[in-house]
C-alpha cells in the first residue's frame, strides 16, 4: 500500500536507474548505482546549466550530462560488525538502501537547483519583457509627438 505522502507520484516521472551492480570485499557489501535524471525533467535548466556548468560541477561532481539527461553514480557501503555474522542478502538491501538515500539526496538538490534556475529565468524574462515594455510605450510617445 502506497503512503499517502507518495499518491499520484512515480519514480520513473522523475529519475530512472540505469545499472546497479554489487561487490562483495570480505564482510563489505558496495552497491554502485547509476541514474539519470531525463532531459525533459530538466529542460528548462539545462541552458542556464550548460553556461554555468563550471559551478554547476564544483556543486554536483558526480553528475555528467549526456543525451539522456543529468547522468550520476552513487555509491552505498554496507559493513558487518565484528559481532554479527555476515549476510550477503541483508548487506546487499542495506548497501541498496544506501546508494538510493544518496541517489534520493542529490536529485533532491539537483531539482531544487533546477527551481532556482527556472525561477531565476522567468525572473530575467520578466525584467525584460517590462524594459521592452518601457522601449515600445517610448517609441510611441515618440510617434505621437511627431
Given at each position: 500500500m502506497k503512503e499517502k505522502q507518495f499518491i499520484g507520484m512515480k519514480k520513473k516521472d522523475y529519475f530512472k536507474v540505469i545499472s546497479k551492480s554489487f561487490i562483495k570485499k570480505d564482510t563489505i557489501t558496495i552497491c554502485?548505482?547509476?541514474?539519470?535524471?531525463?532531459?525533459?525533467?530538466?529542460?528548462?535548466?539545462?541552458?542556464?546549466?550548460?553556461?554555468?556548468?563550471?559551478?554547476?560541477?564544483?556543486?554536483?561532481?558526480?553528475?555528467?550530462?549526456?543525451?539522456?539527461?543529468?547522468?550520476?553514480?552513487?555509491?552505498?557501503?554496507?559493513?558487518?560488525?565484528?559481532?554479527?555474522?555476515?549476510?550477503?542478502?541483508?548487506?546487499?538491501?542495506?548497501?541498496?538502501?544506501?546508494?538510493?538515500?544518496?541517489?534520493?539526496?542529490?536529485?533532491?538538490?539537483?531539482?531544487?537547483?533546477?527551481?532556482?534556475c527556472v525561477e531565476n529565468i522567468e525572473k530575467e524574462n520578466r525584467k525584460a519583457a517590462k524594459f521592452m515594455e518601457l522601449c515600445c510605450s517610448r517609441e510611441l510617445n515618440f510617434i505621437y509627438r511627431l
Open positions: 554502485l548505482l547509476e541514474a539519470v535524471i531525463p532531459v525533459d525533467t530538466v529542460e528548462k535548466a539545462l541552458p542556464m546549466i550548460t553556461k554555468n556548468l563550471r559551478a554547476f560541477k564544483r556543486k554536483f561532481p558526480k553528475f555528467t550530462i549526456s543525451i539522456e539527461g543529468l547522468v550520476i553514480e552513487v555509491k552505498g557501503v554496507a559493513k558487518c560488525s565484528a559481532n554479527d555474522t555476515y549476510d550477503e542478502k541483508l548487506g546487499k538491501n542495506i548497501a541498496d538502501a544506501k546508494a538510493k538515500a544518496k541517489l534520493f539526496d542529490l536529485l533532491r538538490r539537483v531539482l531544487w537547483y533546477h527551481a532556482n
